[in-house]
């Protein structure tokens, strides 16, 4: 799986939208853009994954430049309860396993 | 709540025992994973079963063991253990093999003292 790399940590006002940036800069044509996020100590969640289009659902926006080196996660209206490291995973969507490897993350810090 | 079920919450140990992890994946789930998080190693990868068949494996020790069970529950078994081994043990589920989206349960925090 593709290497990714993510900046330590970024602020965000609430209320704000929050862009998380990842680069990716070694994805080969079938791998997936997945973004997990972990609250606390809590067990990761899923927010959402893409190819090569741009993909919304209820929790985020995934914005995926056209030469798929670099991708950027956006929480339109970020809240107190979106603090979190923010996980950006490259993986592949097909074949007989899957799993996920995380690397370091970024740290969100929403505040008033 | 995701629906996957972690036991125990806590597990305090001494150097050199076993422990068994137990999770239950969420209703339906045929895919389990394994995954420990340590200050110094972040989150990896241990192992991965579907429908009771080992499908990956990440960076797992010798001294560590799973199994998927016929009722699709599975248990991690950590033998003996180093003041290493200290570490937040998730297991996560998904549908098929190749899902998209895992879910995680609550984890289960093992000390080794």
């Known amino acids: 799986d593709a290497k990714t790399t993510q900046p330590p940590s970024m602020d965000c006002a609430e209320g704000r939208a929050a862009n998380l940036p990842c680069n990716h800069s070694?994805?080969?044509?079938?791998?997936?853009v997945y973004w997990y996020r972990q609250i606390h100590s809590q067990g990761p969640q899923y927010i959402i994954h893409g190819l090569k289009n741009n993909e919304t659902n209820e929790m985020a926006s995934l914005i995926i430049t056209e030469d798929r080196k670099s991708s950027t996660l956006i929480l339109p209206h970020a809240t107190l309860r979106d603090t979190a490291v923010y996980y950006c995973i490259v993986r592949f969507s097909t074949g007989t396993a899957s799993k996920l490897t995380f690397g370091t993350g970024t740290r969100l810090q929403v505040t008033l | 709540d995701s629906g996957v079920t972690q036991t125990p919450k806590h597990l305090i140990t001494a150097t050199g025992q076993r422990v068994t992890l137990r999770c239950s994946p969420r209703s339906g789930d045929l895919s389990v994973y394994w995954y420990q998080q340590s200050l110094d190693q972040g989150l990896q990868f241990l192992i991965q079963?579907?429908?009771?068949?080992?499908?990956a494996k990440g960076n797992i020790l010798e001294r560590f063991s799973a199994q998927q069970f016929p009722d699709l529950h599975s248990e991690l078994n950590l033998s003996s253990l180093e003041l290493g081994d200290s570490a937040l043990y998730f297991c996560a589920s998904s549908r098929g093999a190749t899902a998209d989206e895992q879910f995680f349960g609550p984890g289960t925090r093992l000390t080794v003292l």
């Open positions: 070694t994805i080969s044509g079938n791998e997936y």
């Open positions: 079963y579907y429908n009771g068949e080992e499908r």
